[in-house]
C-alpha cells in the first residue's frame, strides 16, 4: 500500500464552481500534513497546512480526519489560475511523503 | 535569489555514463532532501541529510545512486552507468529544523538517459 494515496483526477470544472477531493494516508502515526501545488513543469510549491482543526485560507479550505486517516482539500469559487495538480503531502517525522497528485482545470 | 538553486537544469547522457546534479539549499536550512518525479507521479523520497549527515536513503536508491553534503551546505547526487530508467525530474529541497516548516523546492534537474 502506498504511503499516501490520492484520487488522480482529472476535475474539469467551470470557473466559479467548488471542486473538492481527499487524500489517504497510511502511518496512524503521521504528525502533519500539507497541500502543495505544482503547475505544470514547475516545482510544487507550499499551498497551505492541514490542521486538525480544520483551517481556511481564502477560497481553500483543508480537512483532517485522523480516525479515517484522509485529508480534504476544497476549492470553493474556482479561479482559471487554479489549474494545477495539487499534492498531498503527509510529515513522519522528518520525512514528507507524496501522493502522486490531484489534476484539478479551471475552464472558462 | 536566496532560494534553492540546482544545476544543471537538464542533462542529455548516454547510457552507462555517470552525472552528477548539484544542489545549493537556502543557506539557514539545515535540513536537505532529493527527490524524483516521473511524469504523472508526485516526488518521490531519495535521501535526507541533516547538516553534513546523511540520516535516510530510499529503497529506491540502488547502489549506483551516491548524495553527499560534505560541509552541511551544498549537496551533490551523483548517478553511476545511467540507465534509461533513471530519466526522471532529481529535485532538491531544503526547510528549517523541525517538522511544521515548509519544504522549499529548486527547479529541478531533468535528466534523459539515451
Known amino acids: 500500500r502506498k504511503e499516501v494515496e490520492q484520487d488522480p483526477g482529472p476535475f474539469n470544472v467551470p470557473e466559479g464552481a467548488t471542486v473538492a477531493f481527499n487524500c489517504t494516508y497510511s502511518n496512524s502515526a503521521s504528525q502533519s500534513f500539507f497541500w502543495y501545488r505544482q503547475d505544470c513543469r514547475k516545482e510544487p510549491k507550499l499551498l497551505m497546512s492541514?490542521?486538525?482543526s480544520g483551517n481556511e485560507d481564502g477560497r481553500f479550505t483543508a480537512q483532517l480526519n485522523r480516525a479515517s486517516q484522509y485529508i480534504s482539500l476544497l476549492i470553493r469559487d474556482s479561479k482559471l489560475s487554479d489549474s494545477a495538480t495539487y499534492l498531498c503531502v503527509v510529515n513522519d517525522d522528518y520525512k514528507l511523503s507524496f501522493g502522486a497528485g490531484t489534476t484539478v482545470t479551471v475552464r472558462a | 535569489d536566496t532560494g534553492v538553486s540546482q544545476n544543471p537544469r537538464h542533462k542529455i547522457t548516454k547510457r552507462g555514463q555517470n552525472v552528477t546534479f548539484r544542489c545549493d539549499p537556502i543557506s539557514e536550512h539545515n535540513r536537505l532532501y532529493w527527490y524524483r518525479q516521473t511524469l504523472g507521479q508526485g516526488p518521490e523520497f531519495l535521501t535526507y541529510?541533516?547538516?553534513?549527515?546523511?540520516?535516510?536513503k530510499s529503497r529506491l536508491l540502488s547502489d549506483r545512486f551516491s548524495a553527499e553534503r560534505p560541509k552541511g551546505s551544498f549537496s551533490t547526487l551523483e548517478i553511476q552507468r545511467t540507465e534509461q530508467g533513471d530519466s526522471a525530474m532529481y529535485l532538491c529541497?531544503?526547510?528549517?529544523?523541525?517538522?511544521?516548516?515548509?519544504?522549499?523546492f529548486g527547479e529541478g534537474s531533468r535528466l534523459t538517459v539515451l
Open positions: 492541514v490542521y486538525s
Open positions: 529541497a531544503s526547510r528549517r529544523q523541525g517538522n511544521t516548516g515548509e519544504l522549499f
Open positions: 541529510f541533516q547538516n553534513e549527515a546523511q540520516l535516510e
